[in-house]
Structures are given as C-alpha cells and as structure tokens.
C-alpha cells in the first residue's frame, strides 16, 4: 500500500482546461529531506578526502602560511625559491590582487610539498616493523633505533587528530617475501607432519619449484606489489570467497554473541530498538569519519579500509562467482519475523528516529497479524543454498515484478535484523543452553538468516542478541569492534521497566510488509530448505566456559596467552586423534594497507617435541616447562612474521594464483594448496574501542563468537579471553565425521588446560625462587597487545 502510495504521490494529465497537477506534499518533503542529507553526505565525505589527503598536516596550516607569505611579500623580502616573483611574471599585471593571488598560489605549493613529505616521512617510519620482535616484559631492553622511532612516529601521529582513514595513505604496502625465505619457512612448519620419506619428497618438490618456475611466478608477484594497493586482498576476496560455490551458512560465515552475564532487558521490542539506533550511529560515525582508527599502543595504526562495507552491503550470488555491492547510503533496514518481511524507515521529519520511536515501529511488527505469503516464510533458505543455484533461481524468477522490487529493499537495507521466536538463554550449570544459543546464531533453523547480507542482528523473546555475519567484506575483527561499540553505549539505553528510554515525539512510519509472487519458484524454495536442513543436522557445537584460570596465570607463568591456549590446543588435539595435523591461526596484516589476514601454524617442531613429552613418564617437569617456553617463543616469532608480512601460506596462495593465469603447473603448489586444515583456531579480539570500560563494568563482555570447521574431519575453534580467569572455546565439528567430537574435543582441551596448570605450580613448588621471580616480573607480549586490539 505506501508502494501504491508513493507511486502516484505526483502526477499531471492534459485537460481541455490546461495542465492538471497532483501532488503529495508529505512525500514530496520526504524527497527533499532525502536530497539535502545526501547532499550534506557528499559534502562531508570532500571534507574527510581533502583532510585525508594532507594528514598529518592541519588543513588550517595553509591559511597560516599563506599569511606569512603575504607578510614577507608585502614587507619587500623574498617567499622562499623566489615563487611569488616568479608567478607574477606569467600574470597579466602587477596588481594588488595578483600578488595576492601569486602569494596564495606560492603558498599552495609550499604546504603540499610539506604535507607530502610529513606523509611519506610517517610511511618510511611505518615501515618498520623491528618494535614488533622486541620483548615489553620488565627488565627488558628496547633498542636506541627503537626508541628513535617511537619518538617520531608520536611526533606525527599527535601533530593532528585522525579521522578513521587518515592514515591509509601513510601505511605501507603488503611486502612479498623472498621465495627462499617461504621455502625455508614452509619446510620447517610440515617437519612434524611428515615422515622421513614424505618429508625428503617434499624437499625436492621445494627445491625444484625455488629453482625453476618460482622465479618466473615471483617476479610476476613482485610485479603486482608494485602496482597494487595489496598484493594479496584482491585475490583473497575473489578465489577463497566470491568464488566458493558451497552455501554460506556455516562453511562461511560467523556468528557473535551478546554479553551473557548481563540481561539489560527482557523486553524485545525495546531491546532490538536500541541496537538498531546505536548501529546505526555506528554507521553515521563511520560515515563522517569521526571514529578513530585503532592504534597499537597508542601510535601504531591499523588499516580501516574494511570498515567502508560494513553496512549498506550484501553478496550477490552468480552462477560462476558472487560480487559484493555496497550501496552509499540506506533509508531503512529490514526485518524478519515469523516468515515475514518488513521494510521499517529509519528516519523521518529530517532526523534519524529515535530508540523509543524504533520501538513502537518494532511493536508494531511483534504484534502484527500478518502471515507470510506463499513461500515467503522458507524464501531465505535460498541464501543458505549452493550460490550456483541460487542465482539460477534469482535470475529466473527475481528480475522483475513486486520480487525484483522486495528482494531489492532487502539487499539494499543497511542490516536485516530478525525478530526470533525462542528465548536465548544462559545458565553455568546448563552448558547446552549457551550451545543452543551458539547454534542458533550460527544457522538458526536455516530461513530466518538472510546469509548474503553484511550482518543480520538475531534478537531473541527474552532481549538478549547476537549477529550472522557474512565474512567476505571483512574479518571478524571489524564486526567485534562494531559489537564492543554496542555494548559500551547499550548499558544505559533502558528505563526501570526494561522500555527504551524518552518519549516518542511523532508516530513513526509503519514497517511494511513486502509483497512476494513466488508460486513459481516453491520447489526450488524448498529444495533450498531442505538442504540448509541437512547441513545443519550435520553441525556439532559446544560452547566451553573455562573459568578455572585464564590469562592472569599465564602471565605468571611468563607466556604469551595466545601462545599458551594454541599450546593446549595442541596437546588436545593429539589426544584426541592420536597425531599431529595442520592448524591455522588467524593473525592480521592490518598493518598494511588493504590487509586482512595471513596464517600461523601453531603445529611446530617445538610444539610437536612438548606436547609428546607431556604424556611421557621419562620427562621431567623443568624438562616439559623448558619444552613449553621454547614452543611458545617459537608460536611467537611465527606470529611477529604473519604480521610484519612474512607469512608463508598468503605468499604461497598468490604464487598458485599466478602460475593458473600462467597456466603453468606446479607439483609443490598442487600438494601445498591440497593440504586440509583439519584444526582451524582464531582468536576473537576485544578491548577495540575505548568506550569499553571492562573496570567499571567487568559483566559487558561478550562471550565471543564461533564458526564451521574448515575441514569435513576437523574442527573450528574461536576462543576469546575474556577476563583473568575466564576463557570461551566455541568448537564446531561435524557430526557425519567418525573420528570428531566436538563435546568430547572440549574435554581435552579442559584436560589439557588443567595439565598445563598442574605442570607450573608443581615446577613452582620444586622451584620457589623461581616462581616468586616468575609472578613478580609476568607480563604478556607484544604480539598479545596487538592481538588484542
């Protein structure tokens, strides 16, 4: 009906009496309030370019220049090179103004060539990466050259404030490793996975490939790193995501959850109404660029770049490969409840609406009684299918008609958010409650998640939430910070009676139910639902609240957390399928222009020569702690390289790449790329934004999030350390797997952490002068403080 509305909302017809005209007013102030915040929009965004574009300098420094220039010209004395004499020699005459005008111009050329070279004096300092190798514990020694840097680096950082992409053209580019240094490192991460034969046969794969084509592959690569932003990114996004064919639920992407410990309201209405506002301030933030970029211990920048799509975006399906499609701005978001879609206006009378305006329009969709027209209810089950399928059918049968129209609304909504139907519930003595919590974000019953959007905000009936997010657009890091930005300004968003605070000013727009006609793609709509229900039949969650001890212990034992929990999953591993296995770690290269992510293999010489110890009566404690200390040392400097751009599987991804457009073959890429990551691990980082207060409020701390294994025989474990003594594992298996368990993997990875534990205080209690040194002096790594933000 607002359709019908807005179609005839102007209209003219030619009478014998003349023109007659017909308009809408209210719609016709809805155009112009659309067409002024889009042009305040582009305003700003020229503001933001032109104050990018010379940071770290000051826009404002021009006028003072300029003002000298006139002083010194106008005074007898020459500008600097003599520039305003030399202008005026091309000008018509000597006037006033002209010297003005010659004194602006000389002006003009003597800021940008200072501006340029503060940028590119701030992008050779970004360059290096040697504060990243050296110790912060106490008594350790930072390097002069150390120093040095971190002095300049705080000199042009502080000279002005950065907006959220001031520093993307002072970062540096992704660096391609030399293909000597990839070898040596790839041969040295698969020597515990290899017997002597296969290890020897890998070696002359290597060998050859170093010698022969390698060369030719890296010089086309090095080639690339010149011309492009990031060596890697553009690739990355096309072969490993656009072009997967598998359905996004659960092979892709991933889920959050809210802070559990905390229930700020029971009433779901209210609670969806605020974080629909706080994302969508989120949005505005990073729209005028008024969010800061993050930075490692204060001055080090991350790059932002995958914060540009992390609304208004969706993955569009094609038969061959999907393209992500951003949109530059969105009226509305979208929402799903009870198979229904509605599209709510989020802004009205010039402003955007308030949380307790949000809330009538969200009660007004809870108790509508609307029913989901034919196949409307199963129709998301399509994003959750094969993405060659889906597109056959959206090319079929969405290309024109009111679901050409629907299915736009959908994919152009800022978010989608669904209004589920079940409770999300949480109780320490009922461990299945929070796996159900888990299994419902990560698929829900498999049509209640549109997959393709940039995140769907999932509110359960009691008001607690979490997000599906499609992982093409960026990495999990950017949707927590995003998630931790809720949080921090959610807290104090309720009244006494669980209701939005304030008082709605107006009625707000109705939610509008879109309108579908798909009779002639039901069978397709339920093949899809159909499949979405095998695949998560198949799926095994278990979500572990470790809260014996967490990274406080560990840093009285002297080791990296990160390193000391991928050690225990190590030790879990193997005694859960009785051999060693390729493990990824996620680690980020944000401190690159354009970079995402690179690979750490935990699974080491060191890691594989401890974790055999520890089931080993012939060792000794200080023999398996020693053992210990050097795996973690050894996880480090495999992590301080993914970071500083000398990884090995990103580098050895590209090369693959090369040598298929090359179409040239190669045994040693073909039996590198084959290799499953049966035990795939990431870290889900917290403590992004500021705003997080954790001292004043320890309970607003999400319990992270989670995803599908990598591998049909392995596991995907996401931990995130939330406190001192408490640590979330979410570990997913395969249920159609014989030889995985993911409840059987948590109590191993339990087992393990409480050996681990058992190991030090006994080495402590042998040991006493060491342990009083070792729990005055703790302390966690660089890696661990980067890693953490």
């Not at 979500?543 to 030790?571: E, T, W």
């Not at 480090?636 to 000398?646: F, H, K, P, T």
């Not at 890429?669 to 992004?688: I, K, Y």
Request: charged share 20%.
């Amino acid at each position: 009906m607002a359709e019908a509305h807005q179609a005839v909302a102007f209209s003219f017809a030619i009478t014998h009496e003349g023109f007659d005209i017909n308009y809408d007013q209210e719609v016709l102030n809805l155009v112009w309030n659309s067409g002024i915040r889009s042009w305040k929009k582009r305003l700003a965004r020229a503001n933001n370019g032109i104050r990018n574009g010379v940071y770290p300098a000051h826009i404002q420094s021009l006028w003072v220049i300029t003002a000298i220039a006139l002083g010194l010209h106008f005074a007898g004395l020459h500008v600097p090179f003599n520039l305003v004499n030399r202008l005026l020699i091309n000008f018509p005459s000597n006037t006033i103004n002209w010297q003005i005008l010659a004194c602006f111009l000389a002006s003009l050329f003597v800021w940008l060539s200072i501006c340029f070279t503060m940028r590119y004096t701030l992008k050779l300092l970004l360059m290096y990466k040697g504060w990243m190798y050296e110790s912060r514990a106490p008594g350790s020694k930072v390097s002069l050259r150390t120093k040095l840097w971190a002095g300049a680096v705080k000199l042009f950082s502080s000279w002005n404030k950065p907006g959220l992409y001031s520093f993307q053209g002072s970062l540096p580019r992704l660096p391609a490793p030399s293909v000597h240094d990839t070898m040596t490192r790839y041969l040295r991460s698969v020597r515990p996975l290899l017997d002597d034969e296969k290890y020897q046969k890998m070696e002359r794969l290597a060998s050859e490939f170093e010698h022969t084509i390698g060369k030719k592959l890296q010089w086309y690569l090095i080639l690339k790193s010149w011309w492009s932003t990031n060596y890697v990114s553009d690739w990355w996004e096309e072969y490993v995501y656009l072009r997967g064919r598998s359905p996004l639920m659960i092979n892709s992407n991933f889920y959050g959850t809210d802070a559990i410990f905390m229930n700020l309201t029971q009433n779901q209405a209210a609670r969806a109404a605020n974080v629909i506002y706080l994302l969508l301030c989120f949005r505005r933030s990073i729209e005028r660029q008024e969010m800061q970029p993050i930075l490692i211990q204060g001055m080090i920048p991350l790059c932002s770049w995958q914060y540009e799509r992390t609304f208004n975006t969706v993955r569009v399906p094609g038969l061959e490969t999907d393209r992500i499609v951003h949109y530059r701005d969105s009226n509305h978001v979208v929402v799903l409840h009870k198979g229904c879609y509605y599209k709510v206006p989020i802004y009205h009378k010039g402003r955007l609406l308030r949380p307790c305006e949000m809330q009538v329009q969200i009660e007004e969709i809870l108790n509508s009684t609307a029913t989901p027209m034919p196949g409307e209810k199963y129709l998301a089950a399509l994003t959750a299918w094969d993405r060659s399928k889906w597109a056959e059918t959206r090319n079929t049968y969405f290309i024109r008609g009111p679901n050409r129209v629907s299915l736009n609304t959908i994919e152009t909504a800022a978010f989608v958010v669904s209004l589920d139907e079940t409770p999300y519930e949480f109780d320490l003595q009922r461990p299945e409650l929070l796996d159900h919590f888990g299994r419902t974000l990560l698929h829900g019953n498999g049509y209640n998640r549109w997959f393709d959007k940039s995140f769907t905000v999932c509110v359960g009936t009691n008001g607690r939430v979490g997000f599906n997010a499609e992982h093409t657009w960026a990495d999990a890091p950017v949707m927590g910070h995003t998630w931790e930005y809720i949080f921090a300004d959610d807290i104090d968003g309720y009244d006494e009676n669980g209701n939005t605070k304030g008082t709605p000013e107006f009625q707000p727009p109705s939610p509008v139910h879109l309108s579908w006609a798909l009779e002639p793609c039901l069978d397709r709509i339920e093949e899809a639902a159909l499949a979405a229900n095998k695949l998560i039949n198949d799926i095994d969650l278990r979500i572990l609240v470790h809260n014996q001890y967490g990274k406080g212990f560990m840093k009285k034992c002297r080791l990296s957390p990160d390193a000391y929990i991928q050690m225990a999953l190590q030790l879990a591993y193997y005694r859960d399928a009785g051999r060693f296995s390729l493990t990824y770690e996620a680690s980020m290269t944000r401190l690159f222009r354009e970079g995402r992510t690179e690979t750490v293999r935990p699974c080491t010489i060191e890691s594989a020569a401890w974790v055999k110890a520890m089931d080993d009566t012939t060792k000794t404690i200080a023999e398996r702690v020693t053992l210990l200390k050097e795996a973690c040392d050894r996880h480090q400097l495999g992590y301080q390289d993914a970071m500083c751009g000398n990884g090995i599987d990103r580098h050895l991804f590209c090369l693959y790449v090369v040598s298929k457009y090359l179409e040239v073959d190669s045994p040693f890429l073909n039996e590198v790329l084959s290799e499953p990551w049966r035990l795939s691990t990431s870290q889900t980082p917290h403590g992004q934004t500021p705003k997080m207060d954790l001292k004043k409020h320890p309970q607003c701390i999400s319990s992270g999030g989670g995803f599908g294994p990598v591998a049909d025989d392995g596991y995907g474990v996401s931990y995130i350390i939330a406190g001192e003594d408490l640590i979330f594992f979410h570990i997913s298996a395969k249920k159609s797997c014989e030889t995985t368990d993911a409840h059987r993997f948590a109590d191993n990875i339990c087992r393990a952490l409480a050996d681990i534990r058992a190991m030090f205080e006994l080495h402590m209690k042998q040991n006493p002068i060491v342990s009083k040194k070792t729990v005055t002096n703790g302390s966690s790594s660089n890696t661990d403080s980067t890693k953490s933000k």
